[in-house]
Nanobody, 123 residues
Framework: QVQLVESGGGLVQAGGSLRLSCAAS????????MGWFRQAPGKERDFVAA????????YYADSVKGRFTISRDNAKNTVFLQMNSLKPEDTAVYYC????????????????WGQGTQVTVSS
């Protein structure tokens, strides 16, 4: 079992930055690949970014490539999502998730989920 808790969401103006954190507890964090997803009001949950257990490989949705950076600190059992040049269309609830495998971008591949943190980008 892995427990995930996101933090760092909030209200920011377009063009601004936020850094989301996801703290993990339970089984060995470093053995899990991690991902970030987001869900806007009235829409399905979409993939944002993923990182391997070692942090050596990452993968991004086209919509955030070049603006968002996923990273992890296995010593602190934490994964981060640095979000720069934010746009109003980035407004969503952001979720972190864990998978006991390599990079994954499909929701059903992830076994553990956090409760989400709200990000609101004003124009």
């Amino acid at each position: 079992q892995v427990q995930l808790v996101e933090s760092g969401g909030g209200l920011v103006q377009a063009g601004g930055s936020l850094r989301l954190s996801c703290a993990a507890s339970g089984r060995t964090f470093s053995s899990y690949a991690m991902g970030w997803f987001r869900q806007a009001p009235g829409k399905e949950r979409d993939f944002v970014a993923a990182i391997t257990w070692s942090g050596s490989n990452t993968y991004y949705a086209d919509s955030v490539k070049g603006r968002f950076t996923i990273s992890r600190d296995n010593a602190k059992n934490t994964v981060f999502l640095q979000m720069n040049s934010l746009k109003p269309e980035d407004t969503a609830v952001y979720y972190c998730a864990a998978v006991a495998a390599g990079l994954a971008r499909l929701e059903y591949e992830y076994a553990y989920w956090g409760q989400g943190t709200q990000v609101t980008v004003s124009s």
